[in-house]
């Protein structure tokens, strides 16, 4: 083993022994593979020769002698009882020179289960000498051998030669007429592949499945249906995909790489079922499951992560809550793969709870998913998947929430992948082991042959179920089959929240693409790709057409309702649901791409309103922005991120950009001004709204110089203030903090502007004592919600109108107010102004202060009790921070204000709060 990996740990290193000082003779070994997770004895023996003294006969593992090896303790300490043991002495075997002796690797972390220091165990995996010297004639008997968290454990590095020999062994048989295809999905962050393998009968299944199968049950689901019925439909393969998207939760990715080498070497693979009286063994023939099935092995959608033994990708974003806002790279990938598949069946692996949890959840349920046809296969699922899990490892039992708890594992947001294929007709299961070790795995790669064996078993009712729920969309109907499963916290039968209407779903969402029906055009074209990314259906208009009173355009996109994946288009563009009379949720279930995002989309409720007056789109291309006229400067409007980026990128490249300060002839306090020869240079790839100007001398303006933001906090505050464009340094060096953390130092901030954003950096300011008279208060971190905001005229909410509709998962508001401070915006004082989300007692909001902002002589702060910046999505709420960032490096930054004076205060550490953080502040972990 490599000396620097013992570098890494508090191991005693001692010098390694050269080999070229001993002659070398062979170590027979009983076994050359050991689990750091499983106790395991070996037997080994060597020829010596002639006289030799067994009692100075010394071992060796990894050039130490083993009484150097000592089990983990705590932290860094590894001085515990032995770790590899002598269970037989060295002795001769029946009067030989032959020398035989029993070695016990016992648990390096004294434990079976490593998911409490699952970050531990990485620097110890690999090959090791294993030797047994003599030192009195120099002779050393060597062999190596792996030691490994369990077995099948393999690094990233190692995860494609992998699956490259079982293909090539695949190909080498004769007898083997499989197809497997592997494809890189795309690049991470870091530039790593995904690595997604198809394996099928032959890829004739493949390409009938795509090209046939799936299309017809999408389009025309009827005619497969009452071919179903009366038996004539034929050949045909259902998809099941096995996931993994966190890479920490380590059985996953090994699981589905021995998943795949079983269903493609051999030809027929046998587990074992139950425990007890209920034990049985049952045998697959390969080639007659892959009559019925095509295997999907997505290994891990995060290999930045399995590279770095994290949960989150190289961004800080945890993957299993991007599936519906897609903000990285890797999610907007694999979606777009699991919405062109459509998979039957869909296994997400995880861990680690405390017990073997397979979905079905708690309510309540997205009320997009047709929940009828899901959730008895589901549960009839997860018990053939627990079964086989218990059967193939020592674990004794398993449960499913939605048969044991009451609420807080529940499948409300879409963001989870198994969830977010249940809206294109998928039985979605989070698997979760409850152990990270050989036991685990045993329990997981159990669990995937269960699922493979069930759909097996029963597809023709499964794929009847999935065809049934793609004609409910396909005829519009909201079949209250439904509804017993949408139940409130007292258990009652609420159904789908219909309000007046008779249908839950709308028939069809209209997005303007242009004029005044849309006021970002930029974020609509965006709302568009993602749409065509997931599967959705979209038209556009091929005429001006006028319903409910409004003109639309030529060119308007339209959602029909009426196609297989409404779902999918409602639970991201509707406005969501009121949760908030349940005592648990597990995740945001505030979706709503229009708000959260910033662009206009209309529900319509008038059957056949655009019937034959549209044509299909299957791609968009954004729109950039057009200069107007021949004058020397444009005006752009502060009214789309893209815009931000655009006057960054003009800064940085030394152009002059001013900015209003006030509101007149046209231009709107917060509007940029540019020369138009730069706009004509640098602007060619962005999106901007402008309006020719001769000159700026009518109105006040200030210069802008490239700002110098730093960053306390969150790694998704820093991807969306990078995203924006801005330049990032170090504190000292910055005109501007933005933090969302819970440390803060007035002396910090001395000669800046410092920005602060949700509970941690508002409580950690009125700690501070630099604001007298400021306090701020909330229900409970994770309450979340979209809500109606009153927004006052101020330069630093330029761009934003007087009623707005802003989000927050802090559960925070400002109670008391400094002397002298501005009010930037309150929570609406309407009786009505919490629309969608889980808050509990959201009521004391109404009406309460939702930011402010106080300039001293030396400082300025700025802060808002509200997610600007939640998860890469809230991106309407961007232009607040930078509106905030373009005044601290306008030409009048300080002495704005009343009563100004020098900034005072404490110092707040933030490992000094004790107040319980928000899932938000640590990334909630739903297995731990």
Do not use: C
């Not at 502007?753 to 994770?782: E, H, M, Q």
């Not at 809230?874 to 009563?899: C, D, F, H, P």
């Amino acid at each position: 083993m490599m000396l620097s990996i013992f570098a890494q740990t508090a191991f005693p290193v001692s010098a390694v022994e050269a080999s070229e000082d001993f002659k070398l003779v062979n170590l027979e070994t009983s076994r050359n593979l050991f689990s750091m997770t499983e106790v395991r004895t070996v037997d080994v023996q060597a020829d010596f020769g002639e006289n030799v003294d067994l009692s100075k006969i010394q071992w060796q593992f990894g050039g130490k002698s083993i009484s150097e090896w000592k089990k983990w303790t705590s932290g860094n300490n590894y001085n515990g009882a032995p770790v590899i043991t002598v269970k037989e002495a060295p002795h001769f075997v029946d009067g030989t020179t032959t020398v035989k002796a029993t070695l016990e690797f016992g648990l390096l972390f004294n434990r079976e289960n490593l998911t409490s220091i699952r970050t531990l165990y990485q620097p110890f995996i690999g090959d090791y000498e294993l030797a047994l010297v003599n030192p009195e004639n120099k002779t050393k008997a060597a062999t190596t051998v792996t030691w490994n968290v369990y077995d099948q454990f393999l690094f990233y590095d190692q995860l494609k030669p992998a699956i490259d020999q079982i293909i090539s062994k695949a190909k080498a048989d004769p007898n083997n007429h499989r197809y497997l295809e592997y494809q890189s999905l795309g690049k991470t962050v870091k530039g790593r592949d995904l690595h997604f393998v198809i394996l099928a009968k032959d890829k004739n299944a493949v390409d009938k499945y795509l090209n046939q199968t799936l299309p017809t049950a999408l389009e025309n689901p009827e005619s497969l249906l009452e071919k179903l019925q009366n038996g004539t439909i034929g050949d045909y393969q259902v998809p099941i995909w096995m996931n993994n998207i966190h890479p920490d939760e380590a059985e996953g990715v090994d699981v589905s790489k021995e998943l795949l080498e079983k269903f493609a070497l051999d030809e027929e693979v046998t587990f074992t079922t139950g425990k007890g009286a209920n034990e049985k063994s049952v045998t697959l023939d390969v080639d007659k499951v892959l009559d019925d099935v095509i295997f999907l092995y997505m290994f891990t959608n995060n290999p930045d992560g399995r590279v770095a033994n994290t949960r989150a990708n190289a961004n800080g974003f945890d993957l299993n809550r991007d599936n519906h806002y897609q903000t990285q790279v890797e999610t907007q990938q694999v979606t777009q793969v699991i919405a062109k598949w459509s998979p039957l069946s869909f296994i997400d692996q995880h861990g680690y709870v405390n017990g073997f949890l397979i979905e079905p959840t708690t309510p309540p349920h997205n009320p997009n998913y047709e929940y009828d046809l899901l959730y008895h296969t589901m549960i009839d699922q997860a018990n053939a998947m627990g079964q086989a899990g218990i059967g193939n490892s020592k674990l004794t039992s398993y449960f499913i929430p939605a048969e044991t708890w009451a609420d807080g594992w529940d499948d409300a947001t879409p963001a989870y992948t198994p969830m977010y294929a249940m809206l294109h007709g998928s039985l979605g299961h989070t698997i979760e082991v409850p152990e990270l070790g050989q036991n685990g795995y045993r329990a997981m790669e159990g669990a995937g042959l269960g699922a493979a064996n069930y759909v097996y078993e029963n597809k023709d009712e499964l794929f009847k179920n999935q065809l049934e729920i793609f004609a409910r969309g396909v005829n519009g109907e909201d079949n209250r089959a439904v509804d017993p499963y949408f139940i409130n916290a007292e258990g009652e039968s609420i159904g789908r929240v219909r309000g007046e209407h008779a249908s839950y779903f709308p028939d069809y969402y209209v997005i303007p693409a242009d004029g005044k029906e849309q006021k970002n055009k930029h974020e609509a074209y965006k709302m568009v790709q993602y749409l065509l990314r997931n599967g959705v259906k979209v038209e556009q208009t091929t005429k001006n057409m006028k319903v409910n009173g409004t003109m639309y355009l030529k060119g308007t996109f339209i959602v029909p309702m009426k196609q297989a994946k409404r779902g999918v288009a409602n639970a991201m563009l509707s406005k969501g649901e009121n949760s908030s009379d349940w005592a648990a949720m597990y995740d945001p279930i505030v979706t709503n791409f229009p708000d959260l995002r910033g662009f206009d989309v209309h529900p319509i409720r008038v059957p056949d309103a655009f019937a034959n007056n549209t044509s299909r789109v299957d791609n968009v291309t954004l729109p950039t922005g057009q200069i107007v006229g021949n004058t020397p400067k444009q005006v752009l409007a502060n009214s789309n991120n893209d815009t931000i980026k655009l006057v960054n990128e003009l800064l940085r490249q030394g152009a002059v950009v001013e900015k209003a300060t006030e509101t007149k002839a046209g231009i709107n306090r917060g509007d940029f001004i540019v020369n138009t020869k730069d706009l004509q240079t640098y602007g060619k790839n962005y999106y901007f709204e402008a309006k020719a100007e001769g000159t700026t001398n009518h109105i006040k303006t200030e210069q802008l110089r490239l700002p110098k933001v730093a960053v306390a906090g969150s790694n998704q505050l820093n991807f969306s203030i990078r995203e924006l464009g801005f330049n990032l340094v170090p504190q000292a060096e910055a005109d501007v903090i933005i933090s969302d953390s819970s440390g803060f130092n007035p002396i910090d901030i001395k000669g800046k502007t410092y920005v602060g954003i949700g509970y941690s950096a508002l409580n950690a300011v009125k700690r501070s004592g630099a604001l007298p008279g400021f306090d701020v208060t909330r229900t409970a971190g994770g309450h979340e919600g979209l809500f109606k905001a009153v927004v006052n005229d101020h330069s630093l909410t330029s761009g934003y109108k007087k009623d707005e509709l802003l989000y927050s998962t802090q559960g925070t508001w400002i109670t008391s107010l400094p002397e002298d401070v501005e009010v930037l915006a309150t929570f609406s004082d309407a009786d009505d102004f919490y629309v969608s989300g889980w808050w509990p007692r959201h009521e004391r909001a109404q009406g309460q202060t939702l930011a402010l902002t106080k300039n001293f002589e030396d400082s300025t702060i700025t802060l808002f009790a509200n997610d600007l910046a939640f998860r890469g999505h809230t991106q309407y709420s961007y232009r607040l921070i930078a509106n905030s960032i373009y005044t601290s490096v306008g030409s009048e930054v300080m002495k704005k204000g009343k009563g100004i004076g020098k900034l005072k205060g404490k110092e707040v550490k933030a490992e000094d709060n004790k107040i319980e953080k928000s899932f938000y502040e640590m990334g909630r972990d739903r297995e731990n």
